[in-house]
């Protein structure tokens, strides 16, 4: 029993250093993965406004053309 606490002491102490964040940091390859999706969700940011922008002018042009088609529909004559 006390040989297997100890190994299980012995392979968690291990295991914890290995988790440390200290040799990502100094990873190139992953910062450089990190910078090109920062500016992918930029990108994708402002083509979301201006898709944003262009469907409210079409909302606005076509309620503009509503209104003028509402205005000049003569009334019916009444039977």
Not at 49 to 63: P, S
């Amino acid at each position: 029993m006390r040989a297997c606490g100890l190994f299980l002491i012995f392979a968690i102490g291990l295991a914890l250093p290995s988790c440390s964040r200290d040799s990502r940091r100094d990873d190139p390859t992953a910062r450089q993965v990190g910078r090109d999706a920062y500016r992918a969700t930029q990108e994708l940011k402002r083509d979301a406004k201006k898709a944003g922008k262009e469907l409210q002018n079409a909302g606005r042009d076509i309620r503009e053309g509503w209104n003028e088609a509402k205005h000049e529909d003569k009334p019916r004559p009444k039977k």
